[in-house]
């Protein structure tokens, strides 16, 4: 069993930063990939960043590069994503999502476990 937990969601103004967290737990190996992924309502999820947590390879969305950082702190099985310049589009709920090795890591398919979400909100 694997468990997902984020955190770090909020309401931040329009230019501001927050920082999200996915903490780990579970088989060990059952997450050396992780992404986020986000989903506003009436919108199809969406990829945001995915991290190979052995190779440290980083991956992101082309909405977000440039403002968004994906980080892990294998120690602590944990991994963050940095979100800084926030505009009203980034609102939406944001997922942690888990897999044993890598894919297609911008498909939510290549993913077996997924966090409960934390919304993200930006005001203009």
């Known amino acids: 069993q694997v468990l997902l937990v984020e955190s770090g969601g909020g309401l931040v103004q329009a230019g501001g930063s927050l920082r999200l967290s996915c903490a780990a737990s579970g088989r060990s190996g059952s997450t050396n990939l992780m992404g986020w992924f986000r989903q506003a309502p009436g919108k199809e999820r969406e990829f945001v960043a995915a991290?190979?947590?052995?190779?440290?390879?980083?991956y992101y969305g082309d909405s977000v590069k440039g403002r968004f950082t994906i980080s892990g702190d294998n120690a602590k099985n944990t991994v963050y994503l940095q979100m800084n310049s926030l505009e009203p589009e980034d609102t939406a709920v944001y997922y942690c999502?888990?897999?044993?090795?890598?894919?297609?890591?911008?498909?939510?398919?290549?993913?077996?476990?997924w966090g409960q979400g934390t919304q993200v909100t930006v005001s203009s």
């Open positions: 999502a888990g897999a044993p090795r890598n894919g297609i890591v911008f498909r939510g398919s290549t993913y077996h476990y």
């Open positions: 991290i190979n947590r052995s190779g440290g390879n980083t």
